[in-house]
Nanobody, 125 residues
Framework: QVQLVESGGGLVQAGGSLRLSCAAS????????MGWFRQAPGKERDIVAA????????YYADSVKGRFTISRDNAKNTMYLQMNSLKPEDTAVYYC??????????????????WGQGTQVTVSS
């Protein structure tokens, strides 16, 4: 069974930073596309950032460009989201996801096969 586990969420003041991690087990990162999504109460689950299998191609939502950085370490089976200059509107549950059928960047939630349980990020004013 594929497992994805997020960590690193918490409460931070506006302007602060957090680094989220997604640890994977049960499969290899080598040829899986990965992504970070977030969902606030009453809202759709939206793309935050995505990365291809090699880490050489990335995508960022307009709302986080210049502030967030996605990366992956396939040797450690771990994906990261470095979040800087956090804003209250970044408050959401953040989910990592894996698409085992794609080795390129995927920016919509539908194609993703596996999801973590989510980690709460709360940014106070």
């Amino acid at each position: 069974q594929v497992q994805l586990v997020e960590s690193g969420g918490g409460l931070v003041q506006a302007g602060g930073s957090l680094r989220l991690s997604c640890a994977a087990s049960g499969y290899t990162f080598r040829h899986y596309a990965m992504g970070w999504f977030r969902q606030a109460p009453g809202k759709e689950r939206d793309i935050v950032a995505a990365i291809n299998w090699s880490g050489g191609s990335t995508y960022y939502a307009d709302s986080v460009k210049g502030r967030f950085t996605i990366s992956r370490d396939n040797a450690k089976n771990t994906m990261y989201l470095q979040m800087n200059s956090l804003k209250p509107e970044d408050t959401a549950v953040y989910y990592c996801a894996a698409d085992v059928g794609s080795s390129v960047v995927v920016v919509t939630p539908g194609p993703y096969d596996y999801w973590g349980q989510g980690t709460q990020v709360t940014v106070s004013s």
